[in-house]
């Protein structure tokens, strides 16, 4: 299995610029999130799933789009993209919090630059 | 509101314990452990509930003091590979989804 993927690894994108960030699992895991993580902020959660068609906002949603068509991807959008978005985001995924013997597993990271 | 994490930074030499402290403000459901290797993703250490007992994982451990809305995790004997961040993450009610991490303890473990 390789757990939770991420792709690209590495981005640089000028401001105004659009992409899409995609998280993609092989776990069958039901949830799913988005974090971003800022030098001494910690991890922060912007969107999460907790099915396939459903999302939902986490702490800090501006300026970011999410999509979960198919269960095992994940899918984040930056519409028009700002320097304040330069960060490295993890994607994670977890079974449903009733089981809350259970972890998030974490992708590997994307590093993105907003110039 | 994110937990709030303390030290900021230790170092150790081998052998050598620490403890790493998360403090809420809010009332806690569940604490959750997590330490980061430079360049590399979270990885899961241990959960601790309310009202449920002290976890243990190899020679790290921890607890959760309900009245003080605090956890501590505790270092015994540490090794090199324990060197990494620890991230205490929060929640406040069960099914929440919204989990919140402090920023993160740095620990370095030197020969």
């Known amino acids: 299995n390789a757990g939770v993927t991420q792709t690209p690894k590495f981005r640089v994108l000028k401001t105004g610029q659009s992409m899409t960030l995609l998280c993609a699992q092989d776990?069958?895991?039901?949830?799913m999130y988005w974090y971003r993580q800022d030098p001494g902020m910690g991890l922060r959660l912007i969107h999460y799933?907790?099915?396939?068609?459903?999302?939902a906002k986490g702490e800090v949603p501006d300026g970011y789009n999410v999509s979960r068509l198919k269960k095992q991807n994940f899918l984040l959008g930056l519409e028009s993209a700002a320097p304040s978005q330069t960060s490295v985001y993890f994607c994670?995924?977890?079974?449903?919090?009733?089981?809350?013997?259970?972890?998030?597993?974490f992708g590997p990271g994307t590093r993105l630059t907003v110039l | 509101q994110q937990p709030v994490q303390s030290p900021q930074a230790v170092i150790l030499r081998e052998g050598e314990d620490a403890v790493i402290n998360c403090s809420s403000s809010?009332?806690?459901?569940?604490v959750h452990w997590y330490r980061q290797k430079h360049g590399e993703a979270p990885v899961f250490l241990m959960i601790l509930l309310k009202g449920g007992e002290q976890k243990g994982h190899e020679k790290i451990s921890a607890s959760f003091n309900e009245k003080k809305q605090q956890s501590s995790l505790y270092l015994t004997a540490s090794q090199l590979s324990y060197s990494g961040t620890y991230f205490c993450g929060t929640e406040i009610r069960y099914n929440n989804n919204d989990m919140r991490f402090g920023a993160g303890t740095r620990l370095t473990v030197k020969p």
């Open positions: 799933s907790v099915g396939e068609g459903t999302t």
């Open positions: 994670a995924s977890s079974y449903p919090r009733g089981d809350l013997t259970d972890t998030q597993y």
């Open positions: 776990m069958n895991h039901e949830y």
């Open positions: 809010k009332a806690l459901y569940s």
